[in-house]
């Protein structure tokens, strides 16, 4: 009776830790690190307190380090800025310049990595700011109420 007892804790256990672990963000969604505000992704939040619901401690520490790594947010949740006037136009020939040769460029010019190669990534040869904001319009309709433009 007694082994029988140890070993359905045993298995209580094992499931409380691995709803534990799926309630993390930081282990479920990894390439959210970073974000420092945004919407707070429900499903994450409710996994972190269906933790804290059972736990306390680890409910505590799942809220903590979701918010301290950013994982709790949705992507792409805050807002930005973007003044044409303290733009910097950087020119480079387009035939001779590479894709690594453009993503170096970008990280030398705004500090932040990126891939180009990404699938939802757009790739567009613009001659002024003008046709950038139209890009802008074209890919993102409802940019105004997203980005503010400071001509």
Known sequence: MF??????SYVFLCAVLAVQLMGCGT????????????RIDA????????????????GII???VDFNNGTI?????SRGSLDLE??????FDPKHTTQAD???????HTGTAVKLDQADMRIAELGSTEEMIVQFEQLMPNMSERLALHL
């Open 3 to 8: 082994k029988k007892l140890v070993k359905a």
């Open 102 to 108: 453009l993503e170096r460029l970008i990280e030398e």
């Open 43 to 58: 499903g994450i939040a409710l996994l972190d307190g269906i933790g804290l619901f059972l736990f306390l401690i680890p």
């Open 62 to 64: 799942a809220f903590a």
């Open 27 to 38: 282990i479920l969604h990894p390439e959210r690190k970073g974000q420092s505000a945004g």
């Open 73 to 77: 947010y949705l992507p792409g949740g």
């Open 86 to 91: 303290d733009m910097e136009q950087i020119t």
